[in-house]
């Protein structure tokens, strides 16, 4: 995915943007003010991506979804696959 991701002919800077804006909607929906959603990109660390539980795997999820249809066309194959694999990540329960 990361290999793709680096092949567009797209700038660091819009990437940033609708990764920016797709965390702080998440964390908007689920009351996020610590550290349970994390979504960053930068060129030195290319995607990193962190959900504390199912609750907040399920609010980034919803944000692609909400955000995806405003995504320029080059980056929406991108996200589309990004929220299929994440809405596949399971947490042990206890």
């Given at each position: 995915?990361?290999?793709?991701?680096?092949?567009l002919?797209?700038?660091?800077d819009i990437?940033?943007?609708?990764?920016r804006?797709?965390?702080?909607?998440?964390?908007?929906?689920?009351?996020?003010?610590k550290?349970?959603?994390?979504?960053?990109?930068?060129?030195?660390?290319?995607?990193k991506?962190?959900?504390?539980?199912?609750?907040?795997?399920?609010?980034l999820?919803r944000?692609?979804?909400?955000?995806?249809?405003?995504?320029?066309?080059?980056?929406?194959?991108?996200?589309?696959?990004?929220?299929?694999?994440?809405?596949?990540?399971?947490f042990?329960?206890?």
């Amino acid at each position: 995915m990361l290999l793709t991701l680096r092949k567009l002919p797209i700038s660091v800077d819009i990437l940033s943007y609708w990764i920016r804006s797709i965390e702080t909607t998440a964390k908007n929906m689920c009351d996020d003010n610590k550290e349970n959603i994390i979504f960053e990109y930068t060129p030195e660390n290319p995607l990193k991506y962190y959900v504390k539980d199912s609750k907040s795997r399920d609010c980034l999820v919803r944000s692609v979804e909400i955000h995806l249809p405003l995504i320029p066309e080059l980056l929406q194959g991108f996200f589309y696959v990004f929220k299929y694999n994440l809405k596949n990540v399971k947490f042990d329960s206890q």
